[in-house]
């Protein structure tokens, strides 16, 4: 028996979790975690969290507070799953560990042991806090959606990193990359003294790795709780008494560069725009995808009927491209392989080095075709047909380690300033 009495499952008229619809122009606040919590379903399951737990309220604040906080701030309202509903990381996370607990104590009265009560209470809290990491990419924005920073999860929550933000959903060739990113988010999230006291024993701390895994038939027992705990998390929050914490709305301001990108993307998808041919407009690049925008003007203003030029600029704005040196545009160079050995040169990434390319290996000026344009951070935002052969072209100035040290925001002092406000106060 999960619940202790009939009024405490949730009850639902209608069984499928609702869909909190969002697109690539939402744009959310990001909240501490006292307001992400602070719908009443929140607080009744917070409430019945601390009953069912046990542990003196000072070692309640102790352990689970500080980590359900942590939790829900780095969380915010990211969908668990690429699509799914808003919050639903968050929600589902905390619901699943409340039921597991109850389920667990329920049924196995004579293991009654407050080390593995937290032990399995923050191994299904967050057992998917890997998918935060990958599979969309998640910018730090002003109120008008405008560009900050491209959040940085393994770095802090977002309530360290700006005010509001948005999220877009990536193809991904690497599908259980979450799997792995999981234990490594979880012990960041974990208060130092809960994890010290899960490793103190090494069964318990094995067991805790292990119960953030795919269960499977190993632990038969756990994985039973799990699919229990996660069906009632589903229902608790899939009623129509669930409200969002906060309002979604759209970044407006610069709609046309966002239709610009919807473009592009849907150009790609059906082949109308070719990737790596020698008469392509788009390019596989070693950090994205580059795009000869100059050229793509009469075909988009045919079809938009306007001109490209102010999409194009908001287009810069929305954080998708990257900047370098004051520059939005990059150039580089065709390799050409017929005057010359092309397989003696140096190569960094499958491209000829941008570093150590000269005349004697790309056959002199004259052969050197120069592409200019903008380069698409991650090639995963958008789907195309899988090119035939590499791309050849190499870089004339890079990123280098100065986007490294910097994470490409030392040019941008709102971003630096609003970081140090949030982390100062001041």
């Avoid at 008494?241 to 709305?249: G, H, M, N, Q, S």
């Amino acid at each position: 028996m999960i619940f202790a009495a009939t009024q405490d499952k949730p009850v639902s008229k209608d069984k499928t979790p609702r869909q909190k619809p969002y697109t690539d122009k939402s744009l959310f606040e990001v909240l501490p975690a006292n307001q992400l919590l602070s719908t009443d379903l929140h607080k009744k399951i917070l409430k019945k969290l601390q009953i069912v737990v046990g542990v003196p309220d000072e070692y309640y604040q102790a352990l689970y507070v500080p980590l359900i906080n942590a939790f829900a701030e780095y969380a915010q309202l990211i969908p668990a799953i690429v699509g799914g509903p808003l919050g639903s990381m968050l929600n589902y996370g905390l619901a699943r560990s409340y039921f597991a607990v109850d389920h667990f104590k329920n049924n196995n009265p004579e293991l009654q042991n407050h080390l593995h009560t937290y032990m399995l209470f923050s191994a299904f809290l967050l057992k998917d806090i890997g998918r935060l990491a990958c599979g969309r990419f998640i910018n730090i924005c002003t109120g008008t959606g405008e560009y900050l920073s491209t959040w940085r999860p393994f770095e802090s929550s977002m309530l360290f990193q700006g005010e509001y933000y948005r999220i877009r959903d990536k193809f991904s060739d690497i599908p259980d990359l979450y799997k792995r990113l999981t234990p490594i988010l979880a012990q960041k999230l974990m208060p130092g003294i809960g994890f010290l006291w899960i490793a103190e024993s090494e069964d318990t701390l094995d067991l805790w790795f292990a119960l953030m895994e795919d269960l499977g038939e190993e632990l038969p027992h756990y994985g039973m709780i799990y699919e229990v705990a996660q069906t009632y998390a589903v229902e608790y929050f899939s009623g129509p008494e669930f409200l969002l914490p906060l309002e979604v709305r759209e970044a407006r301001e610069l709609m046309h560069g966002e239709n610009f990108f919807e473009w592009l993307k849907h150009q790609l998808a059906t082949g109308e725009l070719t990737v790596n041919h020698d008469d392509s407009l788009v390019h596989e690049v070693d950090k994205g995808l580059l795009i000869d925008v100059d050229a793509l003007e009469e075909r988009y203003e045919k079809y938009n009927g306007e001109k490209i030029n102010k999409a194009i600029k908001e287009f810069e704005r929305i954080g998708l491209t990257y900047m370098i040196e004051g520059s939005t545009r990059e150039m580089y160079r065709k390799y050409s392989s017929v005057k010359r050995n092309y397989n003696q040169a140096p190569k960094l990434s499958g491209f000829v080095s941008a570093f150590k390319s000269s005349r004697g290996y790309m056959g002199g000026s004259a052969s050197q075709k120069i592409y200019k344009g903008l380069v698409l951070k991650d090639k995963s935002l958008v789907s195309y047909k899988k090119p035939a052969h590499a791309a050849s072209l190499s870089p004339v100035k890079g990123y280098g380690l100065k986007g490294l040290l910097t994470g490409g925001k030392a040019n941008n002092p709102a971003v630096v300033n609003m970081v140090f406000k949030n982390q100062h106060g001041k």
